[in-house]
């Protein structure tokens, strides 16, 4: 009987389906496990075969857990709001909507398809109103929240009002903004409704404020760090630059610390653990304040080292920084401006990697030393950022390398504050190992006593404090766009109001385009319908706005991660209408166990989902503390690129043998256009692309041989392997089994579509097992010892694969299973059985269809997984080796119980003894027990 994969893959598939197979309980006396994939963004190309990577590895413990008695959850969603979707609508006028429910459904086609234990009655989309009304709603509760120091959590701001009203704010210890001034009782009960609404805005943990962002003019859009590649936007490749707007903020440097140490708690690799702990940058240091000559102005900067201080020869400030307009002589105004306009080309993240670049302009302005009173020269210059610290620091040269470049490079003095220690270039970068003040007061002090000291005595001047500094930057929350969240959010008399719950989802209107309007509004200022009758609770036209009851309703939409923020709890309970999730279901899931996706994830989703999670928690709607227990990064599957080279200046194509005689450019071109053997077929070539129509081709033994390299797989390169091709060739079992195979899990590697014949052939010799010819040939027969053995050992090496996520090695377990049991004639049911509930979760499809064979009715998922009985790898017996006079003529298998003399007995014994002997007596025979027999004539 043929192994028919196409047809047992599709009948599982469709019965999974029917039968709910993989629904989890919300409610169940097993215990739980909660495994989940970050969601994928739907974009029309589909999936290749590297994004299965991390589902297959998911899926395959999932199963396992499943099989081990766990009520398992193991739901699939998309992250359906994007950029790209909304580029294609301004390119078509189609509605991003459209796309996105194409492109969705073009997902869950061909994730069907490779048999995935999703359970899909729980399916979320963050584009669907029904799921983005509870990312309003959590926005409204971070507006209504601000954060307590002392308690160290997250309050109502009702509590903040009521604490104001009884005593003002001077016992408050709130992160907030800076410029908070004090006030009584009084003075709060006397401001207006205004007034005090801008007060509490500076409290909020989500709130407006003017911004350095990073601005896309192409994109219309403001774009996070992590959207921003080498300068220029990820999507599309647009410059980017920076400039000030008002904008949405979520206070997420309130949680800092309590980031920072939560790390300590969960099951992440170091790798990953290390990426937060730099972006949240934790620094003990001192605040300093210079006072500015000629000016009514102080600079405050934040330094890890105060006691440096008397070798600050300079002052550098962010070009950004609100004091440069200010102080910047007439002389100097015209040479500032220009730097500040190239350096708003430059991203954040581009002037931070850039160590080498040395830039700046002379303000023309002078700080007063704090100690010395000596006029300190006031530059500007790009290697400070304005988000960082102050957007200010004082310049040490000799005492950090950027200065001193800084100082080099424009001829600053250089301030030689170490007694009799070298600073010369050479010497140099081991001076911040040995860095002492040199001064009255700190001479002859370790670093850390004077950096105490020098914090004492900038506290008697008042111009310094201790201080812990974070790296971490409240996050930018609104996006000029149309295709993501509405803000729940209208204003009055310029103050932002929340639309009450009761009328959430606030859903996207219609709008006749989806760019920018003519005046720069975003792509909602296109709407007519988009206004807030407060009265009425419902939306209402543009030209009925009169500002009594009907406002203007917010124009920006929220970022990507809003609802990556928290979708792991809205699995828990996906259908319910009147909450995120029920506090039952929350009590029993807790959060997500395993949780697997692609590392550059690191600094952006992970970590705005734990600020979310600690805020809810803080509110008491959730227990946990995490999201995520354990996590675990995917490696990249690379693809093997396709080269041409084109002679330079021309349209003439060489093979890669003769692309040496000439100066050639390298394009790629698609791979399914190349065979096994590096060959272009230049004909289909011509018809891929118009550019090589006319194109010539200079041959090598007549064949146009192409170079390969091995990238990223992308659709940009051209070298995109879909795994709809390759289900439809080999079967979704090889494709999964393949995966695996291919190297461990983290690591990156090379696909080679060649190589799957490999697996399949493994699951073709699988399938003959368990059939003699054309019947099914599982009997009921005892299992030798060597069968039992094979199958313990097997049990042993895949569940310890299976608990480290080491699923290459299973694989090769099975295949050196399924060829001893071959060798051994195994048709035993008690040996079969388990072997194949074993090999489920890999290969599923043909796992239920010999599960069936085997005369079971219900899925294979409900198998108990095998237990290891290691009394089954004991050897019972030894196979010796028996020599003559030194050399070995045969063996023997005999028991391990046997004495010496009971081995001895038995060898002299044997025909072939007698043969070798001959009649003649041994002189002696010598025995080591479990060895060898050497019996010497």
Known sequence: MSYDFNTIEARWQNYWAENGTFKADNNSDKPKYYVLDMFPYPSGAGLHVGHPLGYIASDIYARYKRHKGFNVLH??????????????AIQTGQHPAITTKENIAR?????????????????????????????????????????????????????????????????????CDEDITAFTAADWNNFSSKEKQEVLLKYRLTYLAETEVNWCPQLGTVLANDEIVNGVSERGGYPVIRKKMTQWSMRISAYAERLLQGLETIDWTDSLKESQRNWIGKSV????????????????????????????????????????????????????????????????????????????EFTGAYAEHPFTKEPVPIWIGDYVLAGYGTGAVMA???????????????????????????????????????????????????????????????????????KTNYRLRDAVFSRQRYWGEPFPVYYVDGMPQMIDVAHLPLALPEVEKYLPTETGEPPLGRADIWAWDALKGELAKNEDIDNVNIHPLELNTMPGWAGSSWYPFRYMDANNDHEFASAEAMQYWQNVDLYIGGNEHATGHLLYSRFWTKFLKDRAYITVDEPFKKLINQGMILGTSAIVYRISGSNTYVSKGLKDQYETEELRVDVSLINSSDELNIDALRKWQPQFNDADFELEDEKYIVGREVEKMSKRWFNVVNPDGICEQYGADSLRLYEMFLGPLEQAKPWNTAGITGVHSFLKKLWKLYHDGETFGVTDTEPTKENLKTLHKTIKKVEEDIENFSFNTSVSTFMIAVNELTAQKCTSRAVLEPLIVLISPY??????????????????????????????????????PISFNGKMRFTMELSLELSKDEIEAAVMAHEKTQEQLAGREPKKVIVVPGKIVNVVG
């Not at 599923?844 to 198998?863: N, R």
Request: with cysteine; hydrophobic share 35%.
């Open 843 to 880: 290969a599923p499809h043909i796992a239920e269809e010999l599960w069936q064979k085997l005369g079971h009715d219900e899925s294979i998922s409900t198998a108990a997984f095998p237990v290891f009985e290691e009394k089954h790898l004991v050897e019972s017996t030894k196979q010796y």
């Open 75 to 88: 739901p699939q969603g998309y992250d359906s709001f994007g950029l790209p979707a909304e580029q294609y």
């Open 285 to 360: 240091g001192a605040s300093v304040t210079f006072k500015v000559k000629e000016h009514d102005e102080v600079i405050e900067v934040f330094t890890t080292r105060p006691d440096t201080i008397f070798g600050a020869t300079f002052m550098t400030l962010a070009p950004e920084h609100e004091l440069v307009a200010k102080i910047t002589t007439p002389e100097q105004k015209a040479a500032i401006e220009a730097y500040i306009e190239a350096t708003a080309k430059r991203s954040e993240r581009e002037r931070m990697a850039d160590v080498k670049t040395i830039s700046g």
């Open 396 to 466: 040490v040269p000799c005492g950090d390398q950027r200065d001193y470049d800084f100082a080099k490079h424009f001829d600053i003095p250089i301030t030689n504050i170490f007694e009799g220690i070298d600073i010369s270039e050479e010497a140099f970068a081991d001076k911040e190992k040995t860095i002492i003040a040199n001064s009255d007061f700190l001479n002859g002090l370790n670093y850390k006593k004077a950096t105490k000291t020098a914090i004492y005595e900038l506290e008697k001047l008042g111009q310094g404090q201790g």
């Open 107 to 175: 997902y869950r086609e061909q994730l069907d398809k490779i048999g995935f234990s999703f359970d899909w009655s729980r399916e979320v989309k963050t584009s669907d109103p029904n799921f983005y009304k509870w990312t309003q709603w959590i926005f409204i509760e971070l507006f209504n929240s601000w954060y307590d120091k002392d308690t160290d959590k997250a309050r109502t701001i009702d509590d903040l009002e009521a604490i104001f009203t009884s005593e003002g704010n001077a016992k408050i210890n709130a992160v």
